[in-house]
């Protein structure tokens, strides 16, 4: 009854703080936190416990816990939720404490560590805790390690927080269902002396992915590969926030991926080093510049790069498909087919009918389409340019000078200096070399069909 009760308390509340923790009956369970909101909140300074450097969770969130006898007590409730994966859709998925992925847990290397975990699901689960050593029954996979967590039930683990680094938690139970409906999470283990491997802004978040129907709010669980909603931390562009860092700041990012593909992770006007996996920190004599790098499946990176560009860079899955919202793979391409003609034939029949992507698709960024209630347009996000024609995993890396320390706000649309932005040659047309024409072969006459001459629809 006392878990009745706390339940009852934090249901309406955004999230309780530490303090409100702390003062939750030192019983048997500790308080559940809950999180009713998708914005990126800012790091949560360790109230208790030894000091270290707090991650900032893309459009997530850090678990509060409690210090019961020397052992950090955390409480995690497997339940459904509803997720804002961007303004104007929202998916019925599952996840932990009010949100999924579920928060980031965060403890310090050799912290003595117990996980009430509680299954509000209508369906068995487990917590599996992702490159962590710990004790085999420890490790979360049901039937193997452990009974499965029977719906109703709360189950604990415990262990010591060996290894410093990063990791992440999802359940060994119906994986293939409980992941495609977005029950994971982030955990980072920071080392015993905060003075090590230390960086100004530390950002974490997980690739996901999900399959929903336009108008739906369910993903289809038996999905494997086609996937429509491409996400980081279930928020896809334009509703990622921006990862915002001060002029000069050492800068790193840890990034797992739970989807099943592997993601080109590209940054825009820097080069970073992978400094850490999800099998520890790298050695520094094994690290070389990049300015991409792919995360399979499973796997996590740490990279690190130092802000010295200010401005409003682009940061993304280099997939050109996962930077799209929902999409029909089936559409034929149209480009350089003339419908001058057809168009008015097919409107008698069909009113509606639009003519679209001859001239390529970017008038998909911003067309006002006709979309089904929930559904995200396919390219969209507007930048002080115009559209972006983005979606999915695409967000901006913000530099900016003069930011305080600790603030992650959003600064707004980056002033360029003048004389700095890609401006309209108003010169004579230079002439284009071209190569002379190889020996004449006979074969069939291409004609290249330019634009030039051929009117708007
Ligand atoms: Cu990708």
């Known amino acids: 009854m006392t878990n009745r009760r706390i339940f009852l308390k934090t249901a309406g509340a955004a999230m309780l703080g530490a303090a409100g923790v702390s003062r939750a009956a030192q019983g048997a369970v500790p308080e559940a936190p809950s999180m009713d909101k998708p914005a990126t909140q800012p790091p949560l300074a360790p109230p208790n416990g030894r000091p270290y450097n707090p991650v900032v969770t893309l459009n997530g969130w850090t678990l509060p816990w409690r210090m019961k006898d020397g052992v950090k007590e955390f409480h995690l409730v497997a339940e459904p939720v509803v997720r804002e994966i961007a303004p104007g859709m929202k998916a019925h998925l599952w996840g932990y404490n009010g949100q999924s992925p579920g928060p ?5 290397e050799g912290d003595k560590v117990r996980l009430f975990v509680t299954n509000k699901l209508p369906e068995h689960t487990t917590i599996h805790w992702h490159g962590q050593r710990l004790p085999n029954g420890m ?10 967590i029977p719906v ?4 604990v683990y415990e262990f010591t927080a060996r290894r410093p680094g990063t990791f992440m938690y999802h359940p ?3 994986e293939m269902t409980q992941m495609a409906m977005g029950m994971m999470g982030f955990w980072v283990t920071h080392p015993k002396d905060p003075g090590i491997l230390r960086v100004d802004r530390d950002f974490v978040f997980l690739l996901n992915a999900y399959d929903i129907d336009p108008g739906s709010f369910t993903p289809k669980v038996n999905t494997m590969l086609d996937f429509n909603l491409w996400t980081w931390n279930s928020r896809s562009f334009p509703g990622i926030d921006p990862l915002v860092c001060r002029l000069g700041d050492k800068v790193r990012i840890r990034i797992g991926n739970l989807t099943m593909t592997n993601h080109p992770i590209h940054l825009h006007g820097h080069e970073f080093v992978v400094t850490g996996t999800d099998g520890g920190w790298t050695a520094p004599g094994s690290r070389w510049p990049e300015v991409t790098t792919d995360v399979a499946v499973g796997q996590m990176r740490a990279i690190e790069f130092d802000a010295t560009e200010p401005g409003d860079w682009a940061f993304h899955c280099h997939k050109s498909h996962h930077t799209m919202n929902p999409m029909g793979h089936g559409v034929p391409t149209m480009i350089g087919i003339d419908h001058r003609g057809i168009a008015e034939k097919i409107i ?3 009113p509606e009918y639009m003519v679209m992507g001859e001239r390529g698709m970017a008038d998909m960024g911003e067309m006002e389409m006709p979309l089904p209630d929930n559904t995200l347009p396919m390219m969209t996000g507007t930048g002080p340019f115009g559209a972006v024609e983005m979606g999915g995993m695409f967000t901006t890396v913000k530099i900016r000078q003069g930011l305080a320390r600790s603030d992650f706000k959003d600064p707004g649309w980056y002033k360029h200096p003048a004389g700095t932005i890609a401006y309209e040659w108003s010169g004579a047309a230079p002439l284009a070399e071209r190569a002379a024409p190889a020996t004449k072969q006979p074969g069939p006459t291409v004609k290249v069909r330019k634009p030039a001459g051929h009117g708007k629809h």
């Open 348 to 350: 008698r029949l069909v």
């Open 104 to 108: 980031t847990i965060e403890v310090v």
């Open 139 to 148: 490790d979360g996979v049901g039937g193997l390690n452990q009974p499965q």
């Open 152 to 155: 109703g039930k709360t189950y």
């Open 172 to 174: 060994h139970a119906d």
